[in-house]
């Protein structure tokens, strides 16, 4: 939640590019998707706790970013692919499973979004900043 504080006077007009601020949605949601594919980027079998590693990939594939219709959302989470077959396996590392003897990993898209979210807020109160324009 961001709190925006900006005084424009003597302008009778103020228009919104958002275009601009999709832009900079997009640009951070990518950074912070290419974090998140890093931290599961390891090519071995991970522990309990441990971040998931990588076996073919396709958690790694899965992983995307999307600016909403509207322009002030973006949203990175993994999403169910065909290659996943009938279960989205992303779950099974983050609830675990009892049938198939697998603990919950670490959630990698918790601390990805961590590792940049001052970053990130910086990036887009500059971007909101941007796409205000005062006309006369």
């Known amino acids: 939640m961001f709190d925006l504080d900006v005084k424009i006077t003597g302008f009778t007009r103020i228009d919104f590019d958002k275009k601009k601020i999709r832009k900079v949605l997009r640009k951070e949601g990518s950074l912070i998707r290419k974090i998140a594919r890093g931290l599961i980027m390891r090519r071995a079998i991970s522990k309990p706790g441990e971040y998931p590693g990588r076996k ?3 958690t790694l594939r ?3 970013a999307k600016v909403s219709k509207s322009g002030f959302l973006v949203r990175i989470a993994p999403q ?3 290659e996943m077959g009938k279960d989205f396996y992303p779950a ?3 609830y675990g499973s009892v049938p198939n003897n697998l603990a919950p990993r ?3 898209m ?3 979004l961590e590792r940049r979210r001052e970053g990130a807020r910086a ?3 500059n971007g909101l ?3 205000f324009k005062a006309r006369k």
């Open 56 to 58: 073919k990939g396709a």
């Open 62 to 64: 899965s992983i995307k």
């Open 80 to 82: 169910k692919t065909a």
């Open 92 to 94: 099974y590392l983050f």
């Open 106 to 108: 670490k959630n990698y």
């Open 110 to 112: 918790t601390e990805a």
């Open 123 to 125: 990036a887009i109160l």
């Open 129 to 131: 900043k941007d796409s």
